[in-house]
């Protein structure tokens, strides 16, 4: 019953902003990382921004760092990424995705969940 279900896209003109939310439940939120990935017409999956389980450390595409942030609430089991500066290349859908790897053992276990995307589009 693992669950993430994102909200917040839509239709923006270009220099807007937009709010992404992604509310995750059926797994423990708190020791994942989370990611943000957007798929643009007639291009490749692209990993946009990365958040650590904890919440204290970022990573950024080149294209989007200074406009974009990702951050974590673990008491609300959410990630979001806030978008500003929005621009037409902007445009795709945004994927968000959790992620967990386990060292044990009898070796290595990874849990990886993706959520259903939702479509960003920055048009004037």
């Known amino acids: 019953q693992v669950q993430l279900v994102e909200s917040g896209g839509g239709l923006v003109q270009p220099g807007g902003s937009l709010r992404l939310s992604c509310a995750a439940s059926g797994f423990t939120f708190s020791s994942y990382a989370m990611n943000w990935y957007r798929q643009a017409p007639g291009k490749e999956r692209e990993l946009v921004a990365h958040?650590?389980?904890?919440?204290?450390?970022?990573n950024y595409a080149d294209s989007v760092k200074g406009r974009f942030t990702i951050s974590k609430d673990n008491a609300k089991n959410t990630v979001y990424l806030q978008m500003n500066s929005l621009k037409p290349e902007d445009t795709a859908v945004y994927y968000c995705n959790a992620l967990l790897t386990l060292r044990g053992s009898y070796g290595e276990k990874t849990y990886d969940y993706w959520g259903q995307g939702t479509q960003v589009t920055v048009s004037s």
């Open positions: 958040i650590t389980s904890a919440g204290d450390r970022t």
